[in-house]
């Protein structure tokens, strides 16, 4: 009897140990006793993870700033809970519920019993992702942006007591942007950068998508975000008073003809549009007649004769190739123009040819093609793929460098991974003073990669972190933030 009383003792202190001293998921880290939320808050958790619990609990995010600083004293005041530490790093906070379903957006039950799982955060902003953008408002004073600055407005009713906004600009708060009254409706104004940005309402504590807002994306948990776009660009077309319909078309929307309409004006037509960064082919399409930009000068033919109107945003950089001055024409080609062989012609200088491009942040490949003969850039060492399908590449604000030591006789080093489909050609480096080198773009997110050394692959030596694959050999694992 007492050595079962003593085994029942140290199973109970293991549970309790590993109560303790394990991370507390978000969506486990709830309960209700005695008719109060009470709730386990660990240091330890990242961004996501306080995102997510912050979304469950309607916790705001502040809040749990001041608790990992160990703010107690501002704590209860401001929000009504109670903080104690119940271990280093792991805190635990309490208040008294309302009501058993005061939180309108989840079921406190469905949270507590375990059977909810907490959609990803949505991203903060995506303005590398998306090529273009355009809102879609069934009333036009539903969203202004201006100079920078962005004005949400919530209709309401004469019942609605308070209205919070809250989305991927400010963490999904849920105390940091009241919204005011107005004889508009209920308005909040907050300076952004040009991007696309998800939001919601929080109307008397119930989360709602903008109902005037034609544009939204499922939030992963029953819902929808509303997303509105900060615009950077306005396509004008002076004149043409008399046409019924003007469409702008471009690369950056597939060239569809039906897609992005434009508003008529005093002086003819214009819409605002989101542009990600780059150089982007366009026309106007006026009552179904395909016309170039009357007011723009830079035009190009792509590979079928059709002439284009170009325009650009972001920084400028050059394709150069030296010598080949008795060319008679060159051009540049790579898979950030699809290919088309004779649509970007460089221009001569004494030392050979040169070409002003402006580029978003990417890897790209590319050739340059002299008096009609394809060939790789002379002078960039770093190419990918082999024989008539090898292409020079092109590095736009590289954010990361793949790195190889101690294969100093190696003939050739390719790294491929998941940012690449693992091409098994790779990306080829190149060797400077015996390490092997190539800069990169990655987009925030998780990869797994693998150098390939004279054929033969392996994992990145340096890097302590990998996985394993279905081969049974493993993957270096890297995390860009």
Not at 127 to 151: L, M, W
Not at 276 to 289: C, L, Q, S
Not at 315 to 336: C, E, P, R, W
Request: aromatic share 14%; net charge neutral.
């Amino acid at each position: 009897m007492k050595r079962d009383y003593h085994i029942y003792v140290m199973s109970l202190l293991l549970l309790v140990a590993n109560g303790l001293w394990a991370q507390t998921k978000p969506e486990q880290s709830g309960r209700i006793e005695s008719g109060k939320l009470v709730l386990t808050v660990d240091a330890d958790w990242n961004t996501e993870q306080r995102a997510s619990f912050s979304r469950l609990y309607d916790v705001d995010t502040t809040l749990l700033k001041k608790i990992f600083a160990r703010e107690f004293k501002f704590i209860h005041d401001s929000a009504g809970w109670e903080v104690k530490e119940i271990r280093s790093g792991k805190f635990e906070i309490t208040r008294k519920l309302i009501s058993e379903n005061e939180s309108s957006q989840l079921s406190r039950t469905e949270i507590l019993s375990g059977t909810y799982l907490p959609p990803p955060p949505p991203p903060a902003i995506a303005a590398t992702d998306e090529v273009y953008g355009i809102n879609t408002f069934n009333k036009f004073q539903s969203f202004v942006y201006k100079d920078g600055r962005a004005c949400f407005i919530f209709k309401g009713n004469s019942k609605t007591g308070k209205v919070v906004l809250s989305g991927s600009f400010n963490n999904w708060s849920t105390a940091e942007q009241p919204m005011q009254l107005t004889d508009s409706g209920w308005v909040a104004c907050i300076n952004l950068s040009p991007g696309k940005y998800y939001y919601k309402f929080i109307v008397d504590g119930r989360w709602m998508h903008d109902p005037e807002n034609k544009t939204r994306e499922k939030d992963g948990h029953r819902g929808w975000n509303s997303v509105a776009f900060c615009y950077n660009y306005s396509f004008v077309l002076e004149g043409f008073q008399n046409a019924k319909s003007v469409v702008v078309a471009g690369s950056f929307n597939g060239w569809k003809n039906r897609e992005i309409k434009m508003n008529k004006t005093r002086k003819g037509w214009e819409r605002h549009l989101y542009l990600r960064e780059g150089t982007h082919a366009y026309k106007f399409i006026v009552d179904g007649n395909w016309i170039t930009d009357p007011k723009n000068a830079v035009l190009r033919k792509d590979d079928h004769g059709n002439e284009n109107s170009f325009m650009a945003i972001g920084d400028t950089m050059y394709f150069i190739l030296n010598g080949f001055k008795n060319a008679k024409q060159v051009n540049v080609a790579g898979s950030f123009n699809e290919w088309q062989n004779s649509e970007l012609k460089m221009m001569p200088t004494d030392e050979g040819w040169i070409l002003p491009y402006v580029l978003a942040a990417g890897n790209y490949e590319y050739k340059f093609i002299a008096d009609g003969k394809w060939m790789t850039d002379p002078d960039n060492p770093n190419t990918s793929g082999s024989g008539d399908f090898e292409n020079s590449i092109l590095v736009v604000k590289p954010n990361h460098v793949f790195t190889l030591k101690g294969f100093e006789k190696a003939k050739e080093v390719l790294v491929t991974g998941t940012f690449n489909n693992w091409n098994t050609h790779g990306m080829r480096m190149s060797s400077q003073n015996g390490v092997w080198l190539l800069p990169a773009y990655l987009k925030p997110g998780r990869y797994s990669y693998k150098f390939v050394v004279d054929g033969q692959w392996i994992i990145d030596p340096d890097n302590p972190y990998y996985e394993e694959n279905q081969f049974g050999t493993d993957n270096s694992v890297l995390w860009i933030e």
